[in-house]
């Protein structure tokens, strides 16, 4: 008995020492920034948050039951279906069902899922979070600057926004009239002030909403990217692949979508993409390319964005989730990112992809959920799959 | 079986039943089956989803009670926090029985009558605080709108004269030059909105809050919410429009009020009496809603069992197979309960209404019948505790025969102590004295757990107190309860001859100390447990540590040998002796070649009359060294330090023991899947010569193996005739 107690430390004391050898930290691999967590420390740090996010991956639905709730003939049904996965009675309370009501209520259990886990992580890992609700934030103040716009009844455009993009004083947006305004009443000291301010002070007024929203976008993969490479370590290997990827998708798609607008010049256009990705050192041939042969032709170089131009077809196709067919095979793609991230440990790419994942995971439920209202059965299956 | 099984020692025996009943009988029986608690059905509709099966319906309705009740149930909690002082009253379980049909209607009339009443009180709540909120601003002393002294930036300009002539110019009232907004905000939400205003004025404001006297109830939530009043004066005209609107956006509300006009305090005289109006229908709606949520409070506990018990029904009833206007149900139930259940089926029967009688066929199937021990409350909880480390499969012994005590004791082992013992059993005794009035009663969580098990704490504190006299133990102290003590720990040489048995004082020789125990002259041993002179001796806690150690380790081994004979008990009964030879005995001689000898060890050496062996210059061995030794350095017993016979016989028996020991493991773990896989290549062959042989046979013969129910034969219905004759 004693012999076994004393093999088993001694095993423990090297194994620890084979990890602490082989982690990013030391074999010089030192990375910019003193954050980084070794897989000596990582666990007294994150190792409770990321297990639990590791458990809730576990909780995305899969295939199986996706094929079980698209049988369904009514939202009572969904709601029974929804009752045997992670989802459990999240409906308990509900007394008519509509596709909104599920996607709010699932929406819901994510966001107390997540700020649950806010509220128990140490920094950096804290900040990180906080990433991921600001690419939120941006939504709801664009969808609020539109609101203000078009003159609607803003107050209840507020009830419209993504839960995980509220902040303190988000309501009081609603007060400005113009987007200045708004800068300098709330934005300038909320979480979404630094993505204002990359930019040489000019009235945002002037702006069309489509260069405001591509002007945060692009600050905002900037800031996420700069910070993720101070975290270092696993961290920054996985999120660099992600966030590239996301970079380069924007700069595809902003490319595609403005083919040939005449209020955009030429090298506008090139400082509204963001500073990185597979594609930086082609975003001056980018910037000038106006149909969508060029752009092929521009992409030679990366087969599978080549690729999914290629096989994505033209515009107007019709793909996943009422998708055109080039988002649904980036969306295919980011999904497989998000998988892989998820497969790894000791890394915050983790949280993101959670987020992610389940983001599209609740869009698939609302999907399912007015095929089913619209009895649209043909298109039912057009939603994302994830596992 | 051969072995005729009753209560715990082995499973019950179980009978596969399947019962046929009229369609409309299916409810009630199943009811009646489920408040016997004996029978586990089976599921007869594999394959089918959740959404298609019968009853899918009616465990929704239940569910949507379920809902209402949780409602009610938050009501009920809202009323307790209202009116903490006049707990309602004591809930009363007498009230008439419910089923689904009934309750139902019940249930929605309430739901509505209470969300009608809420929404009206919300209403009237949210009149009322915008009332008060009028009043908080007009008990201001004046001197919060005004400046502190003469000069001020707010004070200086505010005239009461010239108040007559505002102007509403759309910018909102004015005062000396300057505009301001009045009204109350949200404790929390000050800070945000002085820095919003600050920055939407540019900084040409000058605000001021003041708590409220009185709280404010959210009309929604029903929490309570703390509120400020707040002024702020600005001068741009622009600047009012935005203010308004941060305002309405951090949920402070704009109370118009005019600085100096003395109109507004009779407007306050005029709107206090409107208050105490409205107060009144605010209590009548409150008394009403009261009563209401009494009467649920009353009843909800006998709502939310019939609820769940008719959701459990309808579970159930999802399981079984309707054919026309019968329904087939399949189920485990106890060979002895036959009687209980035919019972049950006729009295459904009666119940319901049905034309046709209920009955029961017996099914020969080849599955494994579940496990089924009858228990009663003594022995419940040491099952549920065995169980809760694997259920023995149907028909294998049932550990907790034994663990009833070994439990305890070995509890007591680690616990032992005269006095805690004695405490712990005065408390398990009160609870087994009290049990029928504890019973009654609802219990803390926490004392329901301790009373759950209050048998096992018992007997835990009865061996705790055997244990407690072995190691001489009462509170810690040592006590000496049989008269003079057998050891003696002199302090020198002198003390060693006065006391000392002569043998002792010649080992000892010159260096007698407190360390080394001698045996007082003439004394003789404890009757039981532990010398209490050993509190004295400096090595008491090495000597307690080595004894309780050793003790653990042989009652261990014992607690192992022990499971391997009630393992052996179990292939005997099963007829299993493949597994006998190549995994029980294989098994035995691994431990009792290695740590059974290590307890025979400890038990010699404890034997063993050290001093005079060390006498003739021998040196007792350490057990921990002997061990490790066996394993890493066969053959090292050293002349001198051997513990029995003589260090070669000790050397070749250990080496004998390690060979055996190591033999045995290739025994254990080759023999057996070399059988089973030879076995399983045999039935392969075999199939394949049978597919061979008669290919359009198979055909049959699939269908058999999917369908264990078509291979399984009716045994009679004379069982259901003859079970019916008992009853």
């Known amino acids: ?387 | 079986m051969p072995e005729n099984c009753s209560g715990l020692w082995r499973s019950q025996d179980m009978v596969l039943l399947q019962l046929h009943m009229q369609r409309e009988a299916a409810h009630d029986t199943i009811l009646k089956l489920g408040h016997l608690g004996c029978v586990q059905f089976r599921e007869m509709n594999v394959g089918v989803s959740a959404f298609q099966r019968m009853f899918t319906n009616d465990i929704r309705r239940c569910e949507d009670s379920e809902r209402r009740l949780r409602y009610f149930d938050e009501q009920v909690r809202r009323e307790q926090l209202r009116h903490k002082s006049a707990r309602l009253a004591k809930v009363d379980h007498a009230s008439a029985i419910e089923t689904l049909d009934t309750l139902e209607p019940k249930l929605e009339g309430l739901e509505s009558e209470l969300r009608e009443l809420n929404s009206k009180w919300e209403q009237l709540l949210a009149q009322k605080n915008s009332m008060q909120e009028h009043l908080e601003v007009l008990s201001q002393d004046p001197s919060f709108f005004r400046g502190d002294e003469e000069g001020d930036v707010v004070g200086g300009g505010v005239d009461q004269g010239r108040s007559e002539d505002q102007v509403e110019d759309g910018g909102g009232p004015r005062a000396g030059g300057l505009r301001y907004i009045t009204g109350m905000i949200p404790d929390d939400k000050i800070t945000l909105f002085e820095r919003l205003v600050y920055r939407a004025t540019r900084g040409n404001m000058f605000m001021r809050f003041n708590p409220a006297k009185e709280t404010f109830i959210n009309p929604a939530t029903g929490e309570t919410v703390e509120k400020a009043v707040f002024v702020v004066f600005f001068s741009a005209q622009r600047a009012h429009d935005r203010i308004q609107k941060l305002c309405e956006s951090l949920q402070a509300s704009i109370v118009p009020y005019t600085i100096g006009n003395p109109q507004e305090q009779e407007n306050g005289v005029r709107l206090r009496d409107d208050m105490e109006v409205l107060q009144k229908t605010i209590d009548g709606t409150e008394d009403v809603r009261g009563q209401i949520l009494r009467m649920v409070q009353q009843n909800i506990y006998e709502w939310k069992k019939t609820v769940l018990v008719e959701k459990a029904v309808f579970s159930v009833m999802n399981m079984l197979s309707f054919k026309g206007s019968t329904a087939v149900a399949e189920c485990w139930a106890p060979q002895d309960d036959l009687p209980r259940v035919q019972t049950a089926l006729s009295e459904a029967k009666e119940s319901s209404g049905a034309q046709v009688d209920s009955f029961m066929d017996k099914l020969l199937t080849k599955e494994k019948p579940p496990t089924y021990y009858k228990t009663n409350k003594f022995t419940s909880t040491h099952q549920s505790i065995v169980d809760s480390y694997g259920v023995s499969r149907y028909k294998e012994v049932n550990p907790t025969c034994f663990s009833i005590m070994t439990f305890p004791f070995l509890f007591a082992v680690m616990y032992g102590d005269i006095g805690h013992g004695f405490m712990l059993t005065v408390l398990a005794t009160v609870f087994i004295l009290k049990e029928k009035a504890m019973l009654a009663t609802e219990l803390n969580e926490i004392i329901a757990i301790v009373f759950g098990g209050r048998y096992v704490l018992f007997f835990m504190g009865l061996l705790a107190i055997y244990m407690g006299f072995l190691y001489n133990d009462f509170f810690g102290m040592m006590i000496s309860p049989w008269g003079r003590p057998f050891w003696f720990f002199p302090e020198d040489h002198a003390a060693a001859v006065a006391n000392c048995d002569p043998g002792f004082v010649v080992w000892h020789g010159s260096n007698a100390s407190i360390t080394q125990g001698c045996k007082v002259a003439g004394g003789s041993p404890y009757a039981f447990g532990v010398d209490s002179d050993w509190a004295e001796a400096e090595n008491k806690l090495e000597f307690m540590n080595g004894l309780k150690m050793k003790m653990a380790v042989i009652l261990g081994v014992a607690q192992m040998i022990w499971g391997l004979v009630l393992q052996l008990l179990n292939h005997i009964y099963f007829k299993d002796f493949k597994h006998i030879w190549f995994c029980w005995i294989p098994e035995v001689l691994f431990l009792s070649c290695t740590f059974g000898y290590m307890d025979i060890m400890i038990i010699v050496k404890w034997l063993v009359d050290w001093p005079t062996r060390m006498l003739n210059g021998m040196t007792p061995p350490s057990l921990l060294e002997t061990m490790t030794n066996f394993f890493l350095a066969p053959g090292s017993v050293e002349p001198k330090k051997y513990l029995y016979g003589s260090a070669s016989t000790q050397n070749s028996l250990q080496t004998f023991l390690l060979l055996v020991a190591f033999f045995s493991v290739p025994f254990m773990l080759i023999p057996i899947p070399i059988i089973e896989w030879r076995h399983h290549k045999r039935a392969m062959r075999r199939k394949e010569d049978k597919q061979a042989l008669a290919p359009d046979e198979l055909v049959d013969e699939g269908v058999d193996d999917q369908d264990p129910d078509s291979a399984t034969k009716v045994a009679g219905v004379e069982i259901s005739a003859e079970a019916a004759g008992v009853a």
């Open chain 1, 1 to 387: 008995l004693f012999i076994f107690s004393e093999l088993d430390s001694f095993s423990c004391f090297f194994l620890v020492f084979f990890f602490w050898s082989n982690s990013p930290c030391l074999g010089g691999s030192q990375r910019a920034g003193g954050m980084s967590r070794s897989f000596l420390t990582y666990n007294i740090h994150e190792g409770a948050a990321e297990a639990i996010v590791h458990g809730y991956r576990c909780g995305i639905l899969r295939t199986e039951d996706y094929n079980n709730i698209s049988q369904c003939d009514t939202l009572e049904d969904m709601k029974l279906h929804l009752a045997g996965t992670d989802y459990g009675n999240f409906l308990q309370n509900e007394t008519t069902l509509s596709s909104k009501v599920i996607t709010e209520r699932a929406l819901e259990k994510l966001v107390d899922e997540f700020m649950e886990l806010r509220c128990n992580v140490d920094q950096p890992l804290g900040e990180f979070l906080d990433y991921i609700t600001f690419d939120y934030m941006i939504g709801n103040v664009l969808k609020l600057i539109s609101g203000a716009r078009s003159g609607r009844e803003t107050m209840e455009l507020l009830y419209k926004c993504h839960p995980l993009g509220l902040f303190e004083g988000i309501g009081a947006l609603t007060s400005a009239t113009s987007i200045d305004d708004m800068f300098e009443t709330v934005l300038i000291d909320s979480p979404l002030g630094k993505f204002f301010q990359r930019t040489e002070r000019k009235d945002f007024d002037e702006f069309s909403m489509e260069y405001i929203r591509s002007l945060l976008q692009k600050n905002y993969l900037e800031h996420f990217y700069d910070f993720c490479r101070e975290i270092g370590g696993l961290t920054w290997d996985v999120m660099k692949t992600i966030l590239e990827f996301e970079a380069d998708r924007f700069v595809i798609t902003l490319t595609r979508n403005t083919y040939g607008v005449k209020e955009l010049q030429k090298d506008d256009r090139k400082k509204l993409f963001p500073a990185f990705g597979l594609l930086y050192d082609i975003h001056d041939d980018l910037a000038m390319v106006d149909d969508d042969d060029t752009l092929k032709e521009k992409l030679r170089n990366f087969p599978e964005y080549a690729d999914m131009l290629e096989g994505g077809g033209g515009i107007g196709h019709e793909g996943g989730s009422g998708m055109s067919g080039l988002e649904a095979k980036f969306t295919e793609r980011a999904v497989q990112l998000h998988k892989n991230s998820m497969a790894m440990q000791f890394h915050y790419g983790v949280f993101y992809s959670w987020v992610k994942l389940k983001e599209y995971e609740v869009s698939n439920l609302m999907w399912i959920a007015e095929c089913i209202l619209q009895s649209m059965r043909h298109r039912i299956t057009e939603y994302i799959t994830i596992y």
